[in-house]
Structures are given as C-alpha cells and as structure tokens.
C-alpha cells in the first residue's frame, strides 16, 4: 500500500509541482484547498482534477480572521510590523491540514513551501527561495508530521518540471503573498475595516515638520512616501501609535545590536546555555551571525555580532542552527 499524505493546494505551480513530485515517489495524494475568500476553489478542483487528484475544500475565512487577520490589524495599529504568513502556518494552514488528515487517518502533511523536512525538523532551502523562514512558529508536532517536496529546488526549477510534465501552471503567475490582501495595500485594507488612525504629525529633528496619513501606512526602515523632502535621505526611525506621531531620521537608531523576542517557539530541544546561531528577522535571504539565550520570561535574547538594520516589533525571528530551524519569536 502507497503511503498516504494531505497536501495544501492552491492549484498555483509550487503545490501543483509538489502533488506531482509526491505522486511519482509513490504517495498517495489527498489534496486540500484552504477557502479563504480569494474566489478560487473552482481552479483548484479543475487543476486537481485534471491531475487525477483528489481535492477536499475546507473553509478557513472564520478561522483565518480570529487568527490571522485580527491579529494583524491590531499589531499595524499598534505601530508594529507584523508576520501574517508566519501566524497563519501554525495556526491556520497547518492546523487544518491536520485536522484533515486526522479526519482520513493519515498521518503525513506536505505543503509546496521552498523548505526541507527530515526527520521531524526543518532546515533552509536554497538559498534564493528559501521560506523555512516562514515556518519558524510552526509546533514540533506539525513539523514530525511535514513533507515539503520542493526543499531542494529553485523556483525556475519548479517551472522547468511543471513544463516537463506539460502542468498549466507551468507558466502561471506567482500568486500574492498574503492571500486576504490581493493588492498589497495594507493600510487601504486597515482603512476599509474601519479603525485606522487618521492623520498625525511627521517628526524630525524633535519638532513636527508635516503630517502623515495614519501610524498604518509607515514601517520601521521606510524611506519612501514620506511626505517630507530634508535635503538628505531620511527613514521612519520610530512609530508612536498612542500619540499618532511618526518620527523621522537620518539613520539613527535603525541599527540595533540585540533584540528580544516573546515567548520563543522550539522545533528543538532547548539549549541549556547561551548558543551560537544565525537569525533571519525578515523574510529575506539575510542570515545574520548570533549569539542566543533563553530570557526568564520563556522569550529570546539575541546579540547580533554586526548591527542589524531595523528589526522591527511584530516580526518574526527565526534562529537556525547551522542550516537547521531551531526556534521562532515575535520581536518586542
């Protein structure tokens, strides 16, 4: 008898790529499509469908909105940048791929992210495309149950496969990042909900030098559509939500040598003892040299052996171990 597993799909090139590599190293496929508003369950069934697969539509917009869109809203409107893709792995997508696979008896789950999995861990991919990054909060249980066919791939290889086995996705564009914001625009998609900050004051050099749109539209680190020409380059060097004030500056203070993070998310066993690593702080091909230790309060300490540009509160830290994922934690 194959074995059997359930895997996310959207119908895109990386999941179709992924039940077709699955499928010729013998499993059997049980497809899930996640519905979480984007319109397209019906091109996922008629992909999975022209493939020989079967496909089960779960519906995820309750639970992806308690979980996932909530959360985000508050954390932009609490002047922090926040990880949705990260939150939604553990507590959206990978939840209900489980609960999925229960329901059929199946012990395996795969999904089509550029990551690899052995053994119960997750290590990076390669290098261009890696997302293990994305993974960092996901729990030791989901991760002993994970199989990601497309861990040692590129993207243009995945193409390249989806062609060699004639897949229409094969020339199908990437789809968006955050599935509940198809256009990218954040702060239009805070202001359609109905609690965005209206304007405030643009702060440089210690006095108010303009006015900005809302804390919403601003990052730390942003040095476009700032609304203010200083004759210099100037960044968001600060967001100050409760006195609706985005602060401005040449540079300083965007570099920070240690951060801290909440409660620390292990796909490990924890190290008794400080430890060397490699933290991402952002979905981005940067791996910056470490050291690491357990604060009292269960979160991480981290001091960056070089100054790290603007690791900002709400986003993910994803530690590594050589190429292995040890850990994850929301910035402070």
Request: proline share 6%; hydrophobic share 40%.
């Amino acid at each position: 008898m194959r074995p059997r597993v359930v895997l996310g799909f959207s119908g895109g090139v990386d999941s179709a790529v992924a039940a077709k590599l699955l499928s010729i190293s013998g499993w059997d496929v049980r497809c899930v499509y996640l519905e979480t508003g984007s319109g397209e369950a019906d091109c996922a069934r008629g992909s999975a469908e022209r493939m020989g697969l079967p496909l089960e539509v779960i519906d995820a917009r309750e639970k992806l909105e308690r979980e996932v869109c909530a959360p985000f809203e508050e954390a932009y409107l609490a002047g922090a940048t926040p990880s949705p893709c990260v939150l939604c792995n553990r507590r959206v997508k990978l939840r209900l791929l489980c609960e999925a696979a229960d329901a059929l008896g199946i012990g395996r789950i795969a999904t089509g992210h550029y990551a690899r999995a052995r053994m119960g861990a997750v290590f990076r991919g390669e290098p261009a495309n890696d997302q293990s990054y994305m993974l960092c909060l996901i729990s030791r249980e989901q991760a002993s149950r994970l199989v990601l066919p497309l861990g040692g791939l590129a993207k243009p290889e995945v193409r390249a496969i989806a062609a060699r086995f004639g897949l229409e996705q094969a020339q199908k564009p990437d789809s968006m990042e955050i599935c509940f914001i198809p256009d990218g625009d954040f702060a239009a998609w805070i202001e359609r909900r109905g609690r965005a900050p209206g304007p405030g004051a643009l702060i440089y050099g210690g006095r108010r030098v303009g006015t900005h749109r809302g804390c919403h539209r601003y990052t730390l680190g942003q040095r476009r559509h700032l609304g203010f020409a200083a004759g210099e380059r100037v960044f968001v060097s600060e967001i100050r939500p409760e006195a609706n004030e985005v602060v401005l500056s040449a540079g300083e203070g965007l570099y920070k040598r240690s951060i801290e993070t909440g409660e620390a998310n292990w796909l490990i066993s924890p190290p008794e003892q400080e430890f060397s690593c490699l933290v991402r702080v952002r979905h981005s091909r940067e791996l910056n040299p470490a050291r690491a230790w357990i604060n009292p309060d269960g979160g991480l300490g981290i001091s960056f052996d070089a100054p790290v540009r603007a690791p900002a509160p709400g986003q993910a830290a994803a530690v590594y171990i050589g190429a292995q994922l040890a850990a994850g934690g929301i910035i402070k």
